[in-house]
């Protein structure tokens, strides 16, 4: 069923699904459970994703010594004081969450849904690191639990991607996501707007793209700019400029716009380390970003969806 989209909030956002879901406020608690990655362990490539440190978007907190019962332990007191709330997912965020022996990902997942308020996973990885007993592991939790499975493309585009150094292509990615769909699961695809050599026409040919594909939702990132990595070195040297807010604001309606009505939208911006952050300082100012998003769909009475077109 298509969900009721409202002037108020013209796009389908994670917080009105788990409010719908739930009865009540979820919260995803962020977990580092210490893998890598096959483009950076040398299976495929080396050095990870052109715009990746080596905390891989995460928290670090397994690099520090931190388990997982201590993490997800110290996430739901900080979140139910923030926020009062009682229910929670678990966010293997940090690297690729499927990219190790089945009996590790089993007690990894499990030591996570022991917790009594612990709802659901939501389980951050590649592509190319799923296999038909990682799916169907998930896909066994989702009987009793809410299962996210968050998958990385960033774009639809193979020549990006070989810039990006991701170590697959989009044909891998389209197969994982029917491949996992077809067992139940509800598949989540990150993109990235503003990526090297991407014009306007090819983020929103990825928007297309992904409206072909049986997914559930979808998250969408800017492009910032991270010490430490070798798009920080692109643009130190002038070679790379990340996109104005302005710019930003207007891909990610105009992306939306495309996006099936049913897509469940996770994430309109990043949440960049301020101490590691090089460009662009606006991203920092994450209420602002949403608040003019949310501006640009009322000023041009448009909402997700409005420019779908669903395929046979």
């Known amino acids: 069923m298509m969900p009721a989209l409202s002037p108020a909030l013209p796009y389908y956002s994670l917080r009105d699904y788990l409010q719908n879901r739930f009865g009540e406020r979820v919260q995803k608690v962020t977990l580092d459970a210490g893998l890598t990655c096959p483009n950076r362990d040398g299976r495929v490539g080396w050095g990870g994703c052109l715009y990746c440190n080596a905390r891989g978007s995460g928290t670090g907190a397994a690099a ?91 774009s639809a585009h193979d020549r990006t991607l070989r810039l990006l150094n991701r170590g697959h292509d989009v044909a891998c990615f389209a197969a994982a996501v029917r491949q996992a769909a077809a067992q139940g699961l509800q598949v989540l695809a990150h993109v990235i707007l503003g990526l090297p050599g991407e014009d306007r026409a090819d983020m929103l040919a990825t928007a297309r793209f992904l409206a072909t594909l049986p997914l559930a939702g979808v998250k ?20 790379y400029q990340p996109l104005s807010q302005e710019d930003y ?64």
Not at 261 to 271: K, Q
Request: proline share 5%; aromatic share 10%.
């Open 220 to 239: 969408i990132h800017l492009l910032y700019i991270i010490k430490g990595t070798r798009l920080a070195d692109l643009f130190v040297r002038g070679d």
């Open 249 to 312: 604001v207007d891909l990610v309606v105009a992306f939306l716009e495309l996006l099936p009505p049913h897509f469940v939208i996770h994430r309109l911006t990043g949440d960049p380390h301020s101490e590691e952050l090089l460009a662009p300082a606006w991203c920092l100012d994450k209420g602002l970003v949403l608040q003019q998003i949310k501006k640009t769909f009322l000023d041009r009475q448009t909402y997700q969806g409005r420019l779908w077109q669903p395929t046979m």
């Open 64 to 154: 520090l010594g931190q388990s997982l019962a201590q993490q997800l332990a110290a996430g739901i007191a900080r979140l139910s004081a923030r926020y009062q709330a009682r229910k929670f997912i678990a966010y293997f965020q940090s690297f690729s969450n499927t990219y190790a022996p089945l009996s590790r990902l089993r007690e990894m997942y499990a030591q996570a849904l022991a917790h009594p308020q612990v709802v659901g996973l939501s389980i951050g990885t590649r592509p190319d690191c799923l296999s038909p007993a990682s799916i169907d592991l998930l896909a066994s939790y989702s009987r009793t639990h809410l299962v996210w499975l968050e998958l990385g493309l960033q």
